[in-house]
Nanobody
Framework: QVQLVESGGGLVQPGGSLRLSCATSGFTFSSAPMNWYRQGLGKERELVASISSAGGSISFADSVKGRFSISRDNAKNTVYLQMNSLKPEDTAVYYC????????WGQGTQVTVSS
C-alpha cells in the first residue's frame, strides 16, 4: 500500500522558516521523482518544487525561487521542503506527490504565515 505522509506544517510569522517532510512507503522511493504542491484557500493547486529520483535535477516555481529548497534522503524514503523567508502568500496546504505509477498524493499539511 502506497503511503505519503507530510509533516512539519504550522503557524509561522512572516520571515520565518519551516521544514516539511514527506515520509513514504509502499513503492521504490529511489526510483521516484517527487514533487511538492500547494493549494491556498480558493486557489488552484500549484507545483512548488520538484526533484528527480537521484536528486540531480531540481526545479522551483518562480514564486519560491531563492527561498525554498527541496532535498531527499533515499535511505529514509523521505523528501523535504525547506521554506525560508516565508510570506503570507505562502499560506496553503502543502502536498507531496509522486508521478510514479498512477501517481500518488499525500494528505497535506497546513502552513500558515501570519503575524
Amino acid at each position: 500500500q502506497v503511503q505519503l505522509v507530510e509533516s512539519g506544517g504550522g503557524l509561522v510569522q512572516p520571515g520565518g522558516s519551516l521544514r516539511l517532510s514527506c515520509a513514504t512507503s509502499g513503492f521504490t522511493f529511489s526510483s521516484a521523482p517527487m514533487n511538492w504542491y500547494r493549494q491556498g484557500l480558493g486557489k488552484e493547486r500549484e507545483l512548488v518544487a520538484s526533484i528527480s529520483s537521484a536528486g540531480g535535477s531540481i526545479s522551483f516555481a518562480d514564486s519560491v525561487k531563492g527561498r525554498f529548497s527541496i532535498s531527499r534522503d533515499n535511505a529514509k524514503n523521505t523528501v523535504y521542503l525547506q521554506m525560508n523567508s516565508l510570506k503570507p502568500e505562502d499560506t496553503a496546504v502543502y502536498y507531496c506527490y509522486t508521478p510514479l505509477g498512477r501517481g500518488y498524493w499525500g494528505q497535506g499539511t497546513q502552513v500558515t504565515v501570519s503575524s
